[in-house]
């Protein structure tokens, strides 16, 4: 039986535009949410990288700007509120469908 095999590691060269993230604004934003809850869960599931991954999760969660910077077309001034913090599941889902998903939208599909 012969096997299948699925060619892979071929380069691609993706001709893309990226925006510039602010990582300031992330890491303000965490300050923000450290400062208030005490810890860094993942606003959509409560998902705690350091509880479940020990030192390496430490200060771990992706900031998700709820205002797609694909859509800006100018260079805008974002501003702390416009980020929320989720655990990388989480922030994959909120992407899967357009319009995104909200926060709160997803935390509703949570099943429990
Ligand atoms: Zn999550
Ligand atoms: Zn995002």
């Known amino acids: 039986m012969e096997e ?3 060619p892979e590691g071929k380069t691609v060269y993706r001709l893309h535009k990226t925006k510039e993230r602010n990582a300031r604004l992330i890491d303000k934003r965490k300050k923000q ?3 208030r809850d005490g810890s860094l869960k993942c606003e959509a599931c409560g998902f705690d990288f350091e509880e479940t991954y020990g030192s390496v999760g430490k200060n771990y969660l992706e900031g ?3 205002i797609p910077l694909s859509e800006t077309k100018e260079p ?3 501003k702390i509120e416009d980020i929320v913090l989720v ?3 989480c922030h994959r ?3 899967r469908k357009r319009p995104w998903l909200t926060v709160d939208q997803l935390h509703n599909l949570l099943k429990k």
Do not use: K, R, V
């Open 76 to 78: 805008y001034e974002a």
């Open 4 to 6: 299948e095999t699925f």
């Open 87 to 89: 655990c990388s599941n």
């Open 33 to 35: 949410a450290i400062e």
């Open 93 to 95: 889902m909120l992407h």
């Open 64 to 66: 998700h700007h709820i």
